[in-house]
C-alpha cells in the first residue's frame, strides 16, 4: 500500500495551479527569489496573500528578515523562468530581464501580474513557513498566465473558454 507522503505528492501533484517567482533583496542589494506555486489570495480587507517557503530554501533567512518581497506571476511565455528559479547553482538574475521597483524589489520583465508586498505574518508550519503579505502595490498585464499540472507547463488552451 502507498504511504500517505508519496500519496499526498500525487493529490498535490494532481492540482493545476499558476507560477509565480517571489523574489526580494538582500541587505548588500542582491536580488534574490525562487519559483513558487503554494501562492493563494486570502483577505480583501486588507489585502492579502500568502505563500509557502520550504525552510531549507537558500533565501530562507533573507526572507524572513527582509519584510518585503514581490510576487511575480509568470505569463504563459515564461515556462523558462520557472525552471530558472527552481534550479540550483545558477545565477538566476543574471540569466534573465528584471529591474528594481520604486519599493527597491526585483521585478522579472513581461510577467502577467506583480504583486508588491510587506510581510504581514509569518506562521510556522512544518518543514515550511506560511508568509502573509499584505499587498502594498499592484501590476497587471492582460496577458495568458502559466499553468501548472504534473510537472508540465503550458498555456490554458483557447478551447477551454467558454467563448472558443
Ligand atoms: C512549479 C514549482 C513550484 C514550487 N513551489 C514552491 C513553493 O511554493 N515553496 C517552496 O519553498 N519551493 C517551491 N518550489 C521549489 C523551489 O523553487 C526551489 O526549491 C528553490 O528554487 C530552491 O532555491 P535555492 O536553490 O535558493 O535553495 C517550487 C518549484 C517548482 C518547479
Request: proline fraction near 4%; aromatic fraction near 10%; charge should be neutral.
Amino acid at each position: 500500500m502507498e504511504n500517505n507522503i508519496s500519496l499526498f505528492r500525487k493529490v498535490m501533484g494532481n492540482y493545476p495551479s499558476g507560477v509565480t517567482v517571489v523574489t526580494t533583496i538582500n541587505e548588500n542589494n542582491v536580488p534574490l527569489g525562487l519559483t513558487v506555486n503554494s501562492f493563494s489570495s486570502v483577505s480583501l480587507e486588507p489585502l492579502l496573500i500568502l505563500w509557502s517557503i520550504d525552510k531549507k530554501v537558500s533565501s530562507y533567512d533573507v526572507f524572513m528578515k527582509t519584510g518585503k518581497f514581490a510576487i511575480n506571476i509568470l505569463s504563459s511565455k515564461q515556462a523558462d523562468i520557472c525552471a530558472l528559479f527552481a534550479r540550483k547553482g545558477n545565477d538566476r538574475f543574471q540569466n534573465c530581464q528584471w529591474e528594481s521597483s520604486s519599493l527597491n524589489l526585483p521585478i522579472i520583465s513581461g510577467a502577467a501580474s506583480v504583486l508588491q508586498c510587506r510581510t504581514y505574518k509569518t506562521v510556522e508550519a512544518g518543514d515550511h513557513t506560511i508568509f502573509i503579505g499584505e499587498v502594498i502595490d499592484i501590476h497587471h498585464e492582460n496577458i495568458a498566465p502559466l499553468l501548472y499540472h504534473k510537472r508540465e507547463m503550458g498555456e490554458i488552451p483557447k478551447s477551454f473558454y467558454s467563448s472558443k
